[in-house]
T-cell receptor
Framework: EDQVTQSPEALRLQEGESSSLNCSYT??????LFWYRQDPGKGPEFLFT???AGEEKEKERLKATLTKKESFLHITAPKPEDSATYLC????????????FGPGTRLSVLP | DGGITQSPKYLFRKEGQNVTLSCEQN?????MYWYRQDPGQGLRLIYY???????QKGDIAEGYSVSREKKESFPLTVTSAQKNPTAFYLC??????????FGSGTRLTVV
């Protein structure tokens, strides 16, 4: 069965304290891995798509990387406005257009 | 601006009552989806539609129904057969390259 797990479940950082979020997956035939940001009471917003091991994408203070078994979302010098839940999702060959979502990591950045 | 509009933002359902959640998109996407989000769990797929007048059950379709009479619209009905409907419901459409675009969600509460 295809599965996606994320760790830690929650992370509290001081402003400027860099860290990484993990997304581990076991799927049959990865077609893409997606990162989203979700603010409380709102829908997820697209951040990155990664397609193959070794690929990296960057946006402001965020950098996403992909290996054959996991993806990392690195947050460099975070600010309080980076506080949100970060979701990853995988698109696997078995599901065609459908995705499997992880439970998310809830990030709090304190000033 | 293109996007997905969900309404209402908050909805209260009495026992034994059917309620319908609205989802409209102006992105010209063929595929549309309904997900349910519960605390500590990943998004779970309820129904999806890849084309007008066609839809498929997702992982947790029992107690829900949908229709797709227009490309822009994909309403979800939560029936009285759904025994635990309290959750955050997300509608999405899909771009082949960028994954999902989500609406802002509807929070449904049983009273």
């Amino acid at each position: 069965e295809d599965q996606v797990t994320q760790s830690p479940e929650a992370l509290r950082l001081q402003e400027g304290e860099s860290s990484s979020l993990n997304c581990s997956y076991t799927v049959s035939g990865l077609r893409g891995l997606f990162w989203y940001r979700q603010d409380p009471g709102k829908g997820p917003e697209f951040l990155f798509t990664l397609y193959s091991a070794g690929e990296e994408k960057e946006k402001e203070r965020l950098k996403a990387t992909l290996t054959k078994k996991e993806s990392f979302l690195h947050i460099t010098a975070p600010k309080p406005e980076d506080s949100a839940t970060y979701l990853c999702a995988v698109q696997a060959g078995n599901y065609g257009q459908n995705f499997v979502f992880g439970p998310g990591t809830r990030l709090s950045v304190l000033p | 601006d293109g996007g997905i509009t969900q309404s209402p933002k908050y909805l209260f359902r009495k026992e034994g009552q059917n309620v319908t959640l609205s989802c409209e998109q102006n992105l010209n996407h063929d595929a549309m989806y309904w997900y349910r989000q519960d605390p500590g769990q990943g998004l779970r797929l309820i129904y999806y539609s890849q084309i007008v007048n066609d839809f498929q059950k997702g992982d947790i379709a029992e107690g829900y129904s949908v229709s797709r009479e227009k490309k822009e619209s994909f309403p979800l009905t939560v029936t009285s057969a759904q025994k635990n409907p309290t959750a955050f419901y997300l509608c999405a459409s899909r771009d082949p390259d960028y994954g999902y675009t989500f609406g802002s969600g509807t929070r449904l509460t049983v009273v």
